[in-house]
């Protein structure tokens, strides 16, 4: 088998939820599993926080049927509510709370004939124009959706567009926005992120939604996940499969495009861009062999990438390669690689198997 493995630690996932439930007392906490569950497994991570959630949040029919699969309690939130007029009966049956976040949206649901009422989310778009009504807009469909027969409750959700940066002007007007329309009866209210749940305690209202510090990744770029109380969850561990020595001169890799200035040892590792690891992470990308940091060098090919060894002689084949794990946070390899924690997480691809631990 091609050593390649995601090991992924349950009872990290576990820390980090209770991590979201503490700095809001209180509060309910929708656990975002969208894009299973950034990477990791959505069965999995459901079936972990199985008994402690309050709710999860997910993007799509699809995947809220899968999660309502593995926990018949649990509120499940459609983050981008219905795509079509059908979905909403499926999303009756399921026992979804959906949010609404245009008018064809909330028309189809007028019209519609359900099983069962829905608890909706009236999307405010307080500023990061995305998704959502403006403030006048949620008004009048606040008027039209109370006592409708297909609506239980009736709640009010927004998202914000810069509470990883600290400071930024637009989230305090993103949250003044938002409660501005608390003079209308809505029964729960949700407004923050990650970021926002571990920094600003006026946006926590009745329901978090925490995804990425689930994951043990910093939402922060000035910020480690370390700092923030968050255990690592994934470790992304392959082995040098081959070590060679090249002289001056030699490159390493397609396009020849390193050479090495010094006589160096080389190894080739079992992890490549079709794998999830970024093909643009730049020469000098730091990852573990043997608990040493090492460099990057020559361009990532599609199964392989390659080290540099000459500043540990003992390694030898077979020797384990971490490309981030809790020795190496995944949030320092997405900043050398010009991205954030939460691309590299969700985008391993499906034929590196996860391994589970602590489950
Ligand atoms: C993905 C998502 C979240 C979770 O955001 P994190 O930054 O990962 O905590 C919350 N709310 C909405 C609407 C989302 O799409």
Redesign the pocket.
């Known amino acids: 088998m091609r050593p390649l493995v995601a090991s992924i630690d349950l009872s990290a996932i576990r820390h980090n939820y209770a991590v979201a439930k503490r700095c809001a007392p209180g509060r309910q906490a929708f656990a975002?599993v969208?894009a299973n569950a950034?990477g990791h497994g959505a069965r999995e991570v459901v079936a972990a926080l199985h008994d402690e959630v309050d709710g999860f949040?997910v993007?799509s029919l699809e995947e809220a049927a899968e999660v309502r699969a593995l926990h018949g309690e649990a509120r499940i939130l459609l983050?981008e509510g219905c795509f079509a007029a059908q979905e909403y009966q499926v999303a009756a049956q399921l026992g979804l709370d959906v949010v609404l976040h245009n008018a064809p949206q909330v028309q189809q649901l007028l019209v519609a004939r359900l099983g069962r009422p829905l608890s909706v989310w009236l999307k405010l778009d307080s500023g990061m124009h995305r998704l959502g009504f403006s403030e006048a807009a949620v008004r009048e469909w606040h008027g039209r959706l109370q006592g409708a027969t297909q609506v239980a409750e009736l709640n009010l959700?927004s998202?914000f567009a810069c509470a990883?940066e600290r400071g930024h002007p637009l989230t305090e007007q993103q949250v003044e926005r938002f409660i501005g329309l608390l003079d209308l009866d809505f029964a729960q209210r949700s407004l923050a992120?990650?970021?926002a749940?571990l920094t600003i305690p006026a946006a926590h209202m009745d329901w978090l939604?925490?995804?990425?510090?689930l994951y043990g990744a910093s939402?922060f770029s000035e910020l480690s996940a370390e700092v923030l109380g968050l255990r690592s969850v994934m470790s992304l561990t392959a082995e040098l499969i081959a070590i060679r020595e090249i002289n001056v001169g030699e490159a390493v890799g397609y396009g020849a495009s390193w050479v090495a200035a010094r006589p160096s040892r080389i190894g080739t590792v079992s992890c490549g861009y079709a794998d999830g690891y970024p093909r643009h992470a730049p020469v000098g990308t730091l990852m573990l062999v043997n608990g040493q940091r090492l460099p990057l060098v020559g361009r990532v090919s599609m199964d392989m990438l390659a080290v540099d060894l000459t500043e540990q002689p003992g390694a030898q084949v077979g020797d384990a390669v971490q490309l981030w794990g809790a020795q190496l946070p995944v949030d320092e390899v997405a900043r050398a690689a010009g991205t954030i924690g939460?691309e590299l997480l969700s985008k391993v691809t499906q034929r590196v198997p996860r391994r589970y631990i602590n489950g």
């Open positions: 975002v969208k950034y949040a993007a983050l959700l998202h990883d992120n990650s970021a749940i939604r925490p995804g990425i510090m939402p939460y």
